[in-house]
């Protein structure tokens, strides 16, 4: 609001300059013509034309009041001077000429004159001063010359023109912040709908990995088991389309979320199925359900498959093991083949993407993995979660 | 991705920006400002044209008593009591348009009401025509200027200009022919002609000028609710744009399932397969890399064009409300409070994280946050920039290649502590 109305200000004194000069060249250039004013009269307004030009320019740039007072002074010193020695009463044709300047060169300082009640009286002044000058000038007539009306109207539109800008300001910013408030809202629900997808990590890994295979054309793996995952993989996606309520964050439930339910309703065993289909036999021993947060639940099964996925690459064996075991404070899982094994020295483990995919997923929930392994004799991986 | 219309490489980095204020067309702030719209809610606009009404109306009013006064003079005031009449019906028609419209102006109404006011200054200018001095008798065709105004929030700028251009020549072309140009009368004339032609112009001006303030600040206000966001957010087309792709990952992946899809798979489908989980895999983590003010700055038009942030650690995510308020405003108001076309630009650097002079500090960080900037000379700051800096922390602002440059330290929690 604050900056809307340094804004509003702003578009106010940019437009008072310019209908100020413009006002202000149109008057110039009406006492120009020649005969309407001796040449010695018209060069002595020059200099406080220039100085009307300048305040007008400077208002375009800065709210002081100090150019809004010395531009209206010189104004109104063009007024005096057009007409000298005053009383005479000016031609008609000085007066018509003067109609553009006071009704708006002079009337432009109004659109920054209506905030305040200080401004307002110098507004009030500027009005009088500048009408009852025109009225000076103009020969004859009744109650008010036609030339001083149109000053007058001149004003009336400067400052109902500055009046309805800045009030339908305000009314702008009440709409911009509605709109703002629910902008905000749907941020949120973006977010909370990002988070939930990204959420059902479990399920992309799967539909990441099958989407690999899929990209090495299925080659590799039987047709019919692929064709099995990705029936799956589409049902599992489907299920997520569909279920449009977000995840509780700190959910004490097994699975990862609602949406999962049925078909990761036995997690470890879909693995296990995952796996199977790849060609890793993968056996379980210890307890079969554990109840976890589900962040910490989501790193530790990511962990596993990244392991059995280790295994089914490189172990060159069929089958694995793992084995779950938990206490008050842990849950573990270790993972075993009995195949090729290696050196930890030989193979950098980051190689494996061990650590970032394994070890890393678990410290984010406080975890930890260990790795055990030499040439001959296979490996094992001890995972750790907190519960 | 209809709503999206960004594309990114594989990097993640936006190459094309949304156009428009930030608002994604197909989200609920969209529909929120184009459902705000057909309710009315136009962002001023709507008040502005009623204000361009009354201007209208004050100068009839004006146009009326001067003609009142004058009726003597006329040989026949048939054609301008006409004209007055067309005046006034053309305007209350208008009036009643837009007062039930709204926004819309149908471009065979505007003709008409065009087609009205060009009747008025023909008929106006018959009736005047044997006085030999347009300037001093022309009422109802100077009103016919102000009518113009009427329609400046409906119709484009150069509709409105066009028309006030030919009102102009109207003008030049019957004082040319029926006016004796002297001293007398000239000054008549060129007042006459100011009065009907530049009012309209200046109104378009303004009105232009408002609607892009007011687009400007929509855009600040949209951008700012990222100040509320998590350490790290994922914007507010990503959960779009991960719907898309489950989508299309479902899709094949129940093609390649139901059979309709052989087998090993042809090479283009397999390397859209490839694309698809590329894609999918940036876009789960993308989250968690982008803080709000990379968001900020992507969404927001003004932001979009003029800033560049550097924030390898994402250390941004780690500001409180209040100081994420300070830095964006501090940007924003660097960048965006020029009325001078020179471009400026703001390069924001967040980190790395200073060494720890207190070793009993160890519950906050400090982050040093740079501020470089191109065509900001220190002098045309706005003072409130300083104080939204300040809000950040304790700043020592300098100049570089004439262009302002600002250091932040900025005092975070630690995020290990926490």
């Known amino acids: 609001m604050e900056q809307l109305a340094q804004e509003r200000d702003r578009l106010l004194q940019a437009s008072a300059r310019g209908i100020g000069l413009l006002s202000l060249l149109a008057s110039l250039v009406c006492l120009s013509f020649p005969g ?10 020059l200099p406080l034309f220039a100085i009307t030009a300048l305040c007008l320019t400077r208002l375009g740039s800065t709210r002081s009041l100090g150019w809004v007072v010395c531009g209206m002074a010189a104004g109104l010193g063009i007024l005096a001077a057009v007409q000298l020695p005053l009383g005479t009463g000016g031609s008609s044709a000085v007066a018509t000429s003067v109609v553009t300047l006071a009704g708006g060169g002079i009337a432009a300082f109004s659109i920054v004159l209506i905030r305040t009640l200080p401004r307002i009286l110098l507004l009030a002044f500027g009005l009088t001063a500048s009408t009852v000058l025109v009225e000076l000038a103009a020969p004859g007539s009744g109650v008010i010359s036609s030339q001083a009306a149109t000053a007058l109207l001149g004003w009336a539109l400067c400052a109902t023109f500055a009046y309805w800008l800045s009030a339908s300001v305000p009314r702008a910013a009440r709409q911009i912040h509605s709109i703002g408030r629910a902008h905000r809202a749907e941020r949120q629900a973006s977010e909370t709908e990002a988070q939930r997808r990204q959420g059902a990590r479990l399920l992309h890994d799967t539909v990441l990995a099958t989407l690999t295979l899929l990209a090495h054309s299925g080659v590799g793996v039987a047709a019919s088991a692929l064709q099995q995952q990705a029936g799956d993989d589409a049902r599992l996606l489907r299920q997520l389309r569909l279920g449009g309520t977000p995840v509780p964050q700190s959910s004490e439930h097994f699975n990862v979320d609602p949406v999962q ?23 379980w021993h210890g307890t079969g359900q554990v109840l976890l947060p589900s962040d910490v639940l989501d790193a530790f099964l990511l962990a596993l498959a990244e392991c059995l996925e280790n295994v089914r690459r490189h172990a060159g064996v069929t089958d694995a093991h793992v084995t779950i075991t938990d206490d008050e404070t842990t849950v573990r899982a270790m993972v075993t083949d009995a195949g090729v094994g290696f050196s930890l020295d030989d193979i950098d483990s980051a190689r494996l993407g061990f650590k970032d995919s394994v070890v890393g997923r678990l410290k984010e929930v406080g975890g930890n993995a260990r790795l055990f392994s030499s040439p001959g004799s296979g490996t094992t991986v001890v995972l750790e979660v907190p519960r | 991705m209809s709503g999206a219309r960004r594309a990114e490489d594989l990097r993640g980095a936006v190459t094309e920006r949304r156009r428009l204020v930030g608002v994604p067309a197909q989200s609920t702030a969209g529909r929120a400002v184009v459902h705000a719209n057909a309710h009315g809610a136009t962002l001023g606009s709507a008040h502005l044209g009623l204000g361009a009404g009354v201007i209208c109306a004050i100068q009839a009013a004006h146009g009326l008593i001067t003609f009142a006064g004058n009726v003597d003079a006329y040989p026949n005031v048939v054609p301008v009591v006409l004209a007055w009449l067309l005046f006034i019906g053309a305007f209350a028609t208008m009036s009643l348009s837009i007062a039930t419209r709204g926004d819309r102006l149908p471009t065979w109404l505007f003709a008409s009401y065009l087609a009205a006011l060009a009747s008025v200054v023909a008929l106006d200018f018959v009736a005047i025509w044997p006085l030999q001095d347009i300037g001093s008798n022309a009422t109802a065709s100077v009103t016919a200027g102000f009518g113009l105004m009427t329609a400046v929030v409906q119709r484009p700028s150069r509709e409105l200009v066009g028309a006030a251009i030919a009102l102009f020549a109207a003008f030049v072309a019957a004082i040319l022919v029926t006016t004796p140009l002297t001293a007398e009368t000239v000054p008549a004339q060129l007042t006459v002609v100011s009065i009907a032609v530049f009012p309209p112009i200046v109104a378009v001006f303004a009105v232009r000028r408002f609607q892009r303030m007011v687009q400007l600040e929509l855009d600040r206000v949209l951008v700012q609710s990222t100040v509320s966001a998590p350490r790290f957010a ?92 300070g830095l964006l405003s501090a940007i924003w108001m660097l960048v965006a409070d020029k009325k001078k076309n020179l471009s400026s630009t703001a390069q924001v650097v967040i980190g790395p994280v200073l060494p720890r002079i207190d070793p009993s500090s160890r519950r906050t960080i400090t982050v040093p946050i740079v501020i470089t900037t191109t065509g900001v000379p220190r002098n045309r700051v706005d003072p409130s920039t300083w104080v939204a800096m300040a809000k950040v922390g304790r700043f020592a602002d300098s100049t570089e290649k004439s262009s302002l440059r600002v250091d932040i330290e900025c005092i975070v929690p630690n995020p290990a502590e926490h």
Do not use: N
């Open chain 1, 36 to 45: 309407v004013l001796p040449l010695s009269t018209l060069l002595s307004t």
């Open chain 1, 261 to 283: 339910e049925t078909a990761l309703g036995h997690t470890l065993e879909s693995v296990k199925q995952r796996f199977g289909r790849m060609g890793l036999e993968v056996s």
């Open chain 2, 234 to 325: 994922v914007g507010m087309l990503a959960s779009e744009e991960l719907a898309r792709l489950d989508l299309a990952a479902e899709e094949l992946l129940d093609s390649v399932a139901s059979g309709r899809t052989a087998l090993p798979l042809r090479p283009k489908l397999a390397s859209t397969a490839a694309s698809l989980a590329t894609e999918l895999r940036l876009h789960l983590i993308e989250g968690r890399r982008e803080t709000w003010l990379y968001h900020a700055i992507t969404e927001s038009e003004q932001l979009g064009k003029s800033a560049t942030l550097k924030d390898t650690g994402s250390l941004a995510g780690l500001l409180d409300p209040r100081q994420r308020d």
